[in-house]
């Protein structure tokens, strides 16, 4: 289950990192919704590991078709698995002690049901190469 | 239940396709975008500066150490990327069993399923742990060998932080200490092994030096300094890891992205105020039409709230002047910063501990004073982390001798200790060696005696050319004459053969063909003969495998009595007989004496025995 965010809940601003210059995305992780799922990201990565590490042993900006100059789109890739630490770490700050019924709403990760496994995840990866 | 969704992420039906994935993910998006970058989007994204006046000392200890942690795991994991599929069972079984000792079934089920049914999971297990029978009260457990510690690992990402306590008590009540466990290495695979990076880069060092700089500052009392244990524990565990793995050269060489941006020409500061100048003028940097949406939605609405606070409230003014005054100071702290980390990119690891980089005003103290200054009040207060931090600067004392005189200067007793155990270590190694060489020789000598004792009552070596047989005889002339006494294995009467009418006593040995003796360079040559008598071939010089020599001899010795019966000529009945004609034979001796009458009379009986039994 994929979570909408809402446009207007985000903003982009350019911040100082290091000795580069780098884009960053202003979102409030202890505010705005964030989900655990996020079942493309996992294909994704799949898809990376079998590429770099297995037989084909391929770079990853080669398997990702990246331009060498633009570091725009790993810096939105990067959001999701990101945003999933920061809620893990809060929840176990217990900042969200509060949602305790909002939580039990969510569906548990779909590796445990094989059924969902095999539909939703084909669907979510057709949806996305499509 | 927000803390059983968090569990149930990390859980073992389900991490391998979740957490996992997510770090190797992470770690990927980490090397393209270098480490630097990565470390402050996550900084950024954990709200690490911002959050702290929002939430309690308590929930900030707590999301501070996550943090930490969750740059440890990027760092060091290599689940994903370099780990083989035996390592990784073999790191999952042990860490699991470090938290208690498991049942066949717990341990299965609580490692993921691809592991548990893995064909190799009974061997790895058997390998690490060792097998307790069950006993009235408890079921047959599972128990870490103790060699297996040293595989522990206690920053393992799928310990929850109870796990983590109570592998660190089993790990000190095991090792018999209070110290934390050294860092664990894994190896990389390829581009990955660039993740070391995260360790070392200047924006890490940072923030080393700021939690150690705090550290220190709540040692001495300071109100507004606040680390904890955790923090500062899991922070020297990076300082370690990245002692060992930083490179000589600069850090910037070894750390730079792989997607490099184009390096901007005006200044940072200038590029924020452009950017703010209008929608477009970032949507002419940027290709990505969605983030620039995004900043223009946003721009939208930021003007209209401002123009709707304006209107409620004249008041606001003021306070957006701050705002945009304390603004300004943030860029000048960035500036300051972008200038440090440029300035420690250039330096290398050992360099940039000792610089104070005073030219930016980022660091007043360098960091190898702070670190100095922190293992004396550490030392002070009897901290059990002081272990690591010792270990730490010895190893930065190791690895730059202007460090290492810098670390002497200020802790002499440190290096003086390393000296002294260095030193003890030495000795106890080379006096182990002198004790274990001695026993070996005496060892030796005694199977030398023992063997020409053998020899010389069998009558088979009476005539020896060689002045090493000679010695040999004479040591075991002498060993006989020390020992008077021999006791017989059978009737355990003592008898000296010295003694003037004493029983008959010898060796107890086996004799047994082997084909392997036979192989023996020298033996395998043609015998050459004198006329028609044999002539016995000299004993071989180097004697050192004294059996093979024997076993040849009495090879020798019964090819020569084969050709004496061909020759019609009288013998005597010998033991070599019954070996097969073009075998070796090999005697072993077990070190026991026997009587030769006790001998006959045992071999009287087995054969009153058979017969018996077989009428």
């Given at each position: 289950?994929?979570?909408?965010?809402?446009?207007?809940?985000?903003?982009?601003?350019?911040?100082?990192?290091?000795?580069?210059?780098?884009?960053?995305?202003?979102?409030?992780?202890?505010?705005?919704?964030?989900?655990?799922?996020?079942?493309?990201?996992?294909?994704?990565?799949?898809?990376?590991?079998?590429?770099?590490?297995?037989?084909?042993?391929?770079?990853?900006?080669?398997?990702?078709?990246?331009?060498?100059?633009?570091?725009?789109?790993?810096?939105?890739?990067?959001?999701?698995?990101?945003?999933?630490?920061?809620?893990?770490?809060?929840?176990?700050?217990?900042?969200?002690?509060?949602?305790?019924?909002?939580?039990?709403?969510?569906?548990?990760?779909?590796?445990?049901?094989?059924?969902?496994?095999?539909?939703?995840?084909?669907?979510?990866?057709?949806?996305?190469?499509? | 239940?927000?803390?059983?969704?968090?569990?149930?992420?990390?859980?073992?039906?389900?991490?391998?396709?979740?957490?996992?994935?997510?770090?190797?993910?992470?770690?990927?998006?980490?090397?393209?975008?270098?480490?630097?970058?990565?470390?402050?989007?996550?900084?950024?994204?954990?709200?690490?500066?911002?959050?702290?006046?929002?939430?309690?000392?308590?929930?900030?200890?707590?999301?501070?150490?996550?943090?930490?942690?969750?740059?440890?795991?990027?760092?060091?994991?290599?689940?994903?990327?370099?780990?083989?599929?035996?390592?990784?069972?073999?790191?999952?079984?042990?860490?699991?069993?470090?938290?208690?000792?498991?049942?066949?079934?717990?341990?299965?089920?609580?490692?993921?399923?691809?592991?548990?049914?893995?064909?190799?999971?009974?061997?790895?297990?058997?390998?690490?742990?060792?097998?307790?029978?069950?006993?009235?009260?408890?079921?047959?457990?599972?128990?870490?060998?103790?060699?297996?510690?040293?595989?522990?690992?206690?920053?393992?990402?799928?310990?929850?932080?109870?796990?983590?306590?109570?592998?660190?008590?089993?790990?000190?009540?095991?090792?018999?200490?209070?110290?934390?466990?050294?860092?664990?290495?894994?190896?990389?695979?390829?581009?990955?092994?660039?993740?070391?990076?995260?360790?070392?880069?200047?924006?890490?060092?940072?923030?080393?030096?700021?939690?150690?700089?705090?550290?220190?500052?709540?040692?001495?009392?300071?109100?507004?300094?606040?680390?904890?244990?955790?923090?500062?524990?899991?922070?020297?565990?990076?300082?370690?890891?990245?002692?060992?793995?930083?490179?000589?050269?600069?850090?910037?060489?070894?750390?730079?992205?792989?997607?490099?941006?184009?390096?901007?020409?005006?200044?940072?500061?200038?590029?924020?105020?452009?950017?703010?100048?209008?929608?477009?003028?970032?949507?002419?940097?940027?290709?990505?039409?969605?983030?620039?949406?995004?900043?223009?939605?946003?721009?939208?609405?930021?003007?209209?709230?401002?123009?709707?606070?304006?209107?409620?409230?004249?008041?606001?003014?003021?306070?957006?002047?701050?705002?945009?005054?304390?603004?300004?100071?943030?860029?000048?702290?960035?500036?300051?910063?972008?200038?440090?980390?440029?300035?420690?990119?250039?330096?290398?690891?050992?360099?940039?501990?000792?610089?104070?980089?005073?030219?930016?005003?980022?660091?007043?103290?360098?960091?190898?004073?702070?670190?100095?200054?922190?293992?004396?009040?550490?030392?002070?207060?009897?901290?059990?982390?002081?272990?690591?931090?010792?270990?730490?600067?010895?190893?930065?004392?190791?690895?730059?001798?202007?460090?290492?005189?810098?670390?002497?200067?200020?802790?002499?007793?440190?290096?003086?200790?390393?000296?002294?155990?260095?030193?003890?270590?030495?000795?106890?190694?080379?006096?182990?060696?002198?004790?274990?060489?001695?026993?070996q020789q005496e060892i030796l000598a005694r199977f030398k005696n023992q063997q020409q004792t053998f020899l010389e009552s069998s009558g088979e070596l009476s005539e020896s050319t060689s002045g090493r047989e000679h010695d040999a005889r004479s040591s075991s002339d002498e060993a006989l004459h020390n020992v008077r006494e021999f006791e017989c294995a059978l009737c355990?009467v003592s008898t000296d053969p010295s003694a003037p009418n004493a029983k008959i006593i010898g060796h107890i040995s086996l004799v047994q063909?082997n084909?392997?003796v036979?192989?023996s360079?020298e033996y395998?040559?043609?015998l050459?003969?004198?006329?028609?008598a044999p002539q016995r071939r000299p004993h071989p010089s180097r004697v050192d495998l004294l059996l093979t020599n024997v076993a040849a001899a009495t090879q020798e010795q019964a090819q020569t009595l084969?050709?004496q019966?061909?020759?019609?000529?009288?013998t005597e009945p010998t033991p070599w007989h019954n070996i097969?004609?073009?075998?070796s034979v090999d005697i072993k001796f077990c070190g026991h004496h026997i009587h030769l009458s006790c001998l006959y009379?045992y071999f009287?009986?087995?054969?009153?025995?058979?017969?018996?039994?077989?009428?």
């Open positions: 289950m994929m979570v909408y965010v809402p446009a207007s809940a985000l903003s982009l601003s350019l911040s100082l990192t290091g000795v580069y210059l780098v884009q960053f995305i202003n979102y409030n992780v202890a505010a705005l919704p964030v989900s655990f799922h996020i079942p493309l990201h996992r294909i994704l990565a799949g898809y990376l590991h079998s590429g770099a590490l297995g037989s084909l042993k391929a770079p990853i900006t080669s398997l990702l078709q990246l331009d060498r100059r633009d570091p725009t789109w790993v810096v939105k890739l990067i959001e999701h698995p990101l945003r999933v630490q920061v809620l893990g770490s809060q929840i176990l700050a217990n900042l969200w002690v509060r949602n305790g019924t909002t939580m039990l709403r969510q569906v548990p990760p779909p590796r445990i049901h094989p059924f969902i496994h095999s539909s939703i995840y084909s669907f979510m990866l057709t949806a996305w190469l499509s | 239940m927000a803390l059983v969704k968090q569990l149930l992420y990390r859980h073992h039906t389900s991490y391998d396709d979740t957490f996992e994935l997510d770090i190797f993910l992470l770690q990927a998006c980490a090397l393209l975008l270098g480490p630097d970058k990565f470390i402050d989007i996550c900084q950024r994204r954990f709200m690490i500066p911002v959050i702290r006046p929002q939430i309690s000392p308590t929930q900030w200890h707590i999301i501070f150490r996550e943090w930490l942690m969750f740059l440890l795991t990027v760092a060091k994991e290599r689940t994903k990327c370099g780990m083989s599929t035996q390592a990784l069972l073999r790191r999952e079984i042990i860490q699991r069993l470090a938290t208690t000792d498991l049942s066949y079934s717990q341990l299965s089920s609580q490692i993921c399923r691809r592991l548990a049914t893995h064909p190799e999971f009974e061997t790895t297990l058997n390998q690490v742990a060792t097998y307790q029978s069950a006993t009235e009260t408890r079921s047959g457990v599972y128990q870490l060998r103790p060699s297996c510690w040293d595989e522990f690992d206690l920053y393992f990402p799928l310990y929850t932080s109870r796990d983590q306590q109570l592998a660190l008590e089993r790990y000190q009540d095991a090792k018999k200490t209070k110290a934390t466990p050294p860092p664990r290495y894994y190896d990389s695979y390829g581009e990955f092994a660039a993740l070391d990076g995260l360790l070392y880069c200047p924006t890490m060092c940072d923030i080393l030096c700021r939690i150690f700089g705090e550290a220190l500052l709540q040692r001495s009392g300071a109100p507004s300094a606040d680390v904890s244990e955790g923090a500062l524990s899991i922070a020297l565990h990076i300082l370690a890891m990245a002692t060992a793995r930083a490179p000589r050269t600069p850090i910037a060489d070894t750390t730079r992205p792989i997607l490099v941006s184009e390096t901007p020409k005006r200044t940072p500061k200038s590029c924020l105020r452009r950017s703010g100048d209008g929608d477009n003028a970032n949507a002419a940097d940027d290709d990505d039409a969605d983030l620039a949406s995004f900043h223009s939605r946003h721009r939208a609405e930021q003007e209209q709230d401002a123009a709707d606070k304006s209107d409620d409230d004249d008041d606001n003014d003021d306070d957006e002047k701050e705002d945009d005054y304390e603004q300004e100071e943030e860029e000048d702290d960035d500036e300051q910063l972008v200038r440090a980390r440029r300035m420690a990119a250039k330096l290398s690891f050992d360099e940039y501990l000792r610089t104070p980089l005073n030219s930016s005003g980022r660091m007043e103290l360098p960091f190898l004073s702070i670190l100095l200054l922190l293992y004396r009040s550490m030392k002070n207060d009897g901290d059990n982390a002081i272990e690591l931090l010792k270990t730490v600067l010895l190893a930065i004392s190791d690895r730059d001798p202007t460090n290492s005189s810098a670390i002497r200067s200020a802790l002499p007793e440190l290096i003086t200790e390393q000296e002294q155990q260095r030193k003890a270590a030495e000795d106890a190694a080379k006096a182990r060696k002198d004790l274990l060489r001695r026993r355990h063909r084909r392997i036979a192989l360079s395998d040559q043609p050459e003969h004198a006329g028609n084969d050709r019966e061909d020759d019609d000529m009288h097969n004609r073009g075998d009379g009287t009986s087995l054969c009153e025995t058979y017969e018996t039994v077989l009428l």
